[in-house]
């Protein structure tokens, strides 16, 4: 007997109502606007307690964003990349992944989660100092029981172990790049999840709802723990941050200021801590509007004195002034400033000073001649700023895989775009399709094989009916060439070299000219540095990258009065896993090591580095953006100084 349609969300939608209730009567509410944001924060909550409740997969676990810019919680840090995972005590878990090049990254136990009057109990926690990583980056963690000479990189679950906490903290994002994690439970590999039941489904509702309601109730009562009863406009020496983060201090306040006020907050730049850095929160006790709007700072995007101190100037209006966070409206408010990777513990001379005083009068009272307006900078990711470039844009990627593939649908998230993602292998587009929406955007995955013509129509058809538009295609399939001289090379390899490189390309863009045409959009086509060379071998698979540039040429000429720009972006090396696992085989073979080998072919570059994926894959996030709208017919060289053109 099926039940009433409407039986398995009720609980949770009776929970939705109970969390109106308690936004409505939140202390701090005073306006409508501190109400209407109030449902901004629900909104995000909402989301957050679903993905929680459906990622509860202790036996099959894997890592979500727990909090980023639509899913905020608990003063989060707009620059750190929050990563949980449900564990329990009495199975082993491998935690594998590469270390980037960010300011820290740590890991944390927890027995439990937030609750309106209990702060869970950290039963381990460390960072990547305590574990041995590889030369490439890479590592391997264990979790699970005690046992007896567990070696090196294994962490024993204490009892009640019932989360592992990730955060990846960037310091410098313009250069840092993230990593790479992913977790598996030893125990059931191989296995899968049973398919959940109505019954399954019913309990997944109700957790979400109780989950919503604690953790609307634990961050609205998490404030009058730790800053409420502080004095106004003022900030605590630093301290151990509360939860068990051994090398974190952080020093807390809470500010009120008019709409001439500012706020100076005074702190020595610290030498002993890779990662400083200052932001304002909201009464909801959540980070502030930091994509579109500077509301923290981090020590290496602050401007330091010649005294080496910073001084962050907090305030509603411009005061044309370095190391300004604005409150965006927000007269009251929460401001954090925390040190993390510390191998010290903090004094009271590390801390800030506060100070209030006049916008007007600030130039005058704080001095100096070089106090102009401080760089700004933006997360969401490492690299150079992406920001909004493709802001609600729809992005068609073909060819995704572990390497350029999956830079440019991740790169394009970052840019702002929902992304449409396409490729013959399924677990590939699982893993970046979870990479996008993790990072706030929409993806859509798609199997393709882009020479199939029914296939290739049936993603034209999905991805249209999915986002209602196409404003970028981006051709990045590719065929492993022929690598035979063309006196002896097979001809069907050759025309299998020409079917994907270009009849399979023309194919594509022909089915997509109706969304493009009303979207004035773009096509980038991913070509070869073997356009620059004739090595032999590579005779075949330079036909067919010829045959693609000329292809987008004439592309851009046919195409250009109905306002669609066509470009080629031709990288050389990729510093991708197949061009290390080759780097790696030319090693064995030779008696060296791969960083020989890499030396020897950086040394022919330019740039003396071989260009990474997120480095070509910037370059199409450009070319598809407006920010090129003046560009079309062009191939852009992506290579270090390889070849010059």
Partial sequence: ?????????????????????????????????????????????????????????????????????????????????????????DREYLVTGVRGTTADLSFQILNGDYSPVVVPDSLAAFDDRAIEIGEDGRFELRFGPARE?????????????????????????????????????????????????????????????????????????????????????????????????????????????????AMI???????????????????????????????SLTADQARVDPDGKIRFVISERDPGLANWLERT???????????????????????????????????????????????????PDAGVSMENLLRDKVVVVSGIGPGLGRSIAVRSALAGADVVLAARTESRLTEVAKEVTDLGRRAVAIRTDIDDA????????????????????????????????????????????????????????????????ESKGSLVMINSAVLRHSRRTFGAYKMAKSSLLSLSQSLASELGPDGIRVNTVAPGYIWAPNLKWYFAYLAKERGITSEEVYAETASTIDLRKLPEPDEIADAVVFLASPMARAITGQCLDVNGGEYHH
């Fill in 1 to 89: 007997m099926i039940e009433n349609e409407f039986s398995l969300t009720r609980p949770f939608a009776e929970a939705i109502v109970e969390a109106e209730k308690l936004l409505a009567g939140a202390p701090h509410v005073k306006t409508e606007q501190d109400l209407l944001e109030g449902y901004d924060y629900l909104a995000g909550s909402i989301r957050a307690s679903l993905q929680m409740a459906w990622a509860y997969q202790r036996d099959f676990p894997y890592f979500t964003a727990s909090t980023g810019p639509y899913t905020k919680m608990g003063l989060d840090n707009p620059d750190t990349l929050y990563f949980n995972a449900n564990i329990r005590d």
């Fill in 149 to 261: 000479n567990p070696g090196p990189n294994y962490f024993t679950l204490g009892k009640g172990s019932s989360m592992l906490v990730v955060r990846e903290v960037h310091s410098d994002w313009a250069t840092e790049k993230r990593g790479e994690i992913r977790i598996q439970c030893v125990d059931t590999a191989g296995q899968a999840p049973p398919v959940p039941d109505r019954s399954a489904l019913a309990k997944r509702y109700g957790v979400t709802g109780k989950i919503l309601l604690s953790r609307l109730k634990t961050f609205l009562a998490f404030p009058k723990w730790f800053y409420d009863d502080l004095p106004v406009n003022t900030m605590t020496e630093p301290r151990s941050t509360p939860g068990g983060l051994t090398t974190q201090f952080s020093s807390a306040g809470h500010y009120e200021l008019g709409d001439e006020e």
């Fill in 265 to 295: 907050v005074t702190v020595p730049k610290c030498a002993d801590a890779p990662y400083q850095g200052i932001q304002l929160g909201s009464l909801w006790y959540v980070s502030l509007d930091y994509i579109n709007h500077q509301t």
């Fill in 329 to 379: 409206g927000h007269d009251r408010g929460y401001v954090q400033i925390r040190w993390q990777r510390l191998a010290r513990d903090l004094g009271p001379d590390d801390g800030p000073v506060v100070e209030v005083g006049k916008v007007d009068e600030l130039p005058d009272r704080l001095g100096g001649e070089d106090r102009g307006p401080a760089g700004r900078r933006r997360r």
């Fill in 454 to 517: 029914d296939s290739a129509a049936n993603l034209v058809s999905e991805a249209v009916e999915a986002f209602g538009r196409v404003d970028a295609v981006v051709h990045n399939a590719f065929a492993v060439p022929p690598l035979t001289d063309l006196a002896t090379v097979d001809f069907d390899a050759v025309r299998a070299g020409f079917e994907t490189a270009a009849i399979s390309v023309l194919r594509l863009t022909r089915l997509f000219l109706p969304a493009l045409k």
